[in-house]
């Protein structure tokens, strides 16, 4: 079996939750009556996007979004590397993240607009009065103005769980998180009531007593467009972990192609529960740092050839334990560099192809697309413990010059990282409970 290339349905790609990247989140939020909630995911490059640039190419687009990947992987293997219990080390990719989350805070709620994180786990936002803030489109977080605001003490789990805090005159507890790429944002460890929905529809879900930080002092390549960070990672202070008794540790994705004009949605709750035929699961590997989802990858499979994960330790076949994540705020998805080589050798014997240069030397494997439109390329299946994925059709090779198309695996000498290119309509199930992840195979353009 072949797959086409085909070139209007290829540059679209996914966006998720950076928890999730190359998007924006901005959600419309439906709540059930059995607690589900589902929110709509905007592409940071659509035109309903805030960031939105109507000036830039599909191409230039694509360039951003490949450019953020390197920029957030670096972040994310300094984050793994970091075992420092002084340095909280977060992720954040330069030019704003990749996802936007719209959030009420406060009573009454004033809505705030922040980057979407799996990699990251406090959930903060600016507030007044500010010393050091960077430029934001929406007013800062007043916390004087709302009635259910309470400062979290020195003493509390809370404060300790956030990794590097300090005491005030008042024994009050004050955060300070540092980003792979120097960001920073320090300010008061506090409670407040979160709000999720549109407030013209009235599907409103308020949280109360989520704790967050309140920034007074925040900077680094943070954009104009997002209020601070909405954590969405696996540690215990992220909103995933805060919210457990109310949506079972359990979120999910569904990530359309970007030319569908039908959003990508994330599901908490029993909204998020992923169930039916053909869903496979693998387990997620606990590692440090916790933040971060780790899978295990096997194997990669091109057409009928296997070409199995090897670890250092030659006396053994099995793959290391948690040797990859899976994030949805990286675009492309990085392997390491002996198995891509095999990869990309056992494709270049496969496809008939004319080869040609990617101009910006990213990629190494590049063809010139075919009259017809159509380049032929074996499948590819990424083998995780339990769970045979088969990369989208239109994923794996992407145009990313006019009449050129590359692939879009790329080698790592370090971290491995499973991106949102390549998970895109497949309905994905993170479970923090039974710690898995399961897919679907879906038509994410349908599944709303």
Known sequence: MAFYYKPLSLFLFPLLLSCFASVLLIPLIQATKNGGITVDLIHRDSPLSPAYNPSHTRFERLRSAFNRSFSRKSSLRLTSASKSLETF????????????LKVQIGTPPVEQLGIADTGSDLTWTQCK????????????????????????????DQCNAVGSSSCDSRNACQYQVSYGDRSYSIGDLAVETFTFGNSS?????????????????????FS???SGIIGLGGGSLSIINQLETSIGGKFSYCLTFLDSNISST??????????????????????????????TLEGVSVGQQRLQYKTSNSETALAEEGNIIIDSGTTLTFLPSDLYQEVESTLERAIEGKRATDSQGVFSLCYELPSDGELKSPPIVAHFKGADLVLPEGSTFVEVEKGVVCLTLVPSQDLAIFGNLHQMNYKIGYDLVKQEVNFLPTDCSKAQ
């Open 129 to 156: 009065p500010c010393t050091q803030c960077y430029t934001q489109n929406i007013p800062l977080f007043d916390p004087r103005r709302t009635k259910t605001y309470r400062r979290v003490s020195c003493q509390s």
């Open 266 to 295: 994330i599901s908490f709750g029993s909204n998020a529960v992923v169930a039916g035929r053909g869903v496979v699961s693998t387990p997620l590997v606990k590692k440090s740092p916790d933040t971060f989802y780790f899978l």
């Open 224 to 226: 104009a467009t997002g």
């Open 89 to 100: 080390q977060g992720t954040l990719t330069p030019i704003g993240g990749e996802y936007l």
């Open 201 to 221: 529809s009235g599907d409103n879900v308020s949280f109360p007593k989520v704790v967050f930080g309140c920034g007074h002092e925040n900077d680094g390549t």
